[in-house]
């Protein structure tokens, strides 16, 4: 799906006068430079808002971490509750790309610190949104300084940086735990 979508936002900017289109890139690559002031109250409501339904459903979240069977035994309707979850995340993903332009890896990353840091067996969505958002600020930060008077966008230290962490998540051998 990101193929075809930037397929279709490189033809959009391939039709465009330069200008235009120079003006578009640092959307392109995700940045958080030079945002609409009316962006931030439609984060904030958006993030409250869908923040509030995960948290509603986090216990359904721990319990999707069983197989199929077990979780439809405690009582969850296991296809209806992951189609709401994709719901919310595809909502909550448009509204973050909709202001920062598509910001890759921020999604991995801030998960998986929170998980890291979390002692809970339970899915920590308030930490993993807070790790999430020190990725955005500390990627925006190092994007602004390690190459001043250069601004490198956030999309591209995010890549540069979650590149490298992917590959060591895949690779690492998996946690054994009680």
Avoid: K
């Avoid at 990101?2 to 890139?25: E, H, K, M, P, S």
């Avoid at 955005?136 to 490298?164: F, K, Q, S, W």
């Amino acid at each position: 799906m990101g193929a075809v979508f930037g397929a279709v936002t490189q033809l959009l900017l391939a039709r465009v006068a330069i200008d235009t289109a120079n003006a578009a890139y640092p959307w392109t690559v995700g940045t958080l430079n030079a945002r609409p002031a009316g962006a931030v109250p439609l984060l904030a409501a958006g993030l409250a808002l869908g923040l509030g339904l995960a948290l509603a459903g986090a216990r359904s979240l721990s319990l999707l971490r069983f197989h199929d069977g077990v979780a439809s035994g405690l009582g969850i309707a296991v296809t209806s509750r992951r189609v709401h979850i994709l719901m919310l995340a595809v909502v909550l993903t448009a509204l973050a790309v909709a202001v920062a332009g598509p910001v890759g890896m921020v999604g991995l990353i801030g998960p998986e610190i929170a998980r890291g840091l979390s002692r809970s067996r339970h899915v920590p969505i308030i930490a993993a949104a807070l790790s999430g958002a020190l990725v955005m600020v500390l990627a925006d930060l190092a994007g602004r300084c390690l190459l001043a008077p250069i601004e490198v966008p956030v999309g591209i230290v995010t890549a540069v940086v979650g590149g490298p962490w992917l590959l060591w998540l895949l690779m690492r051998p998996q946690r054994r735990g009680p």
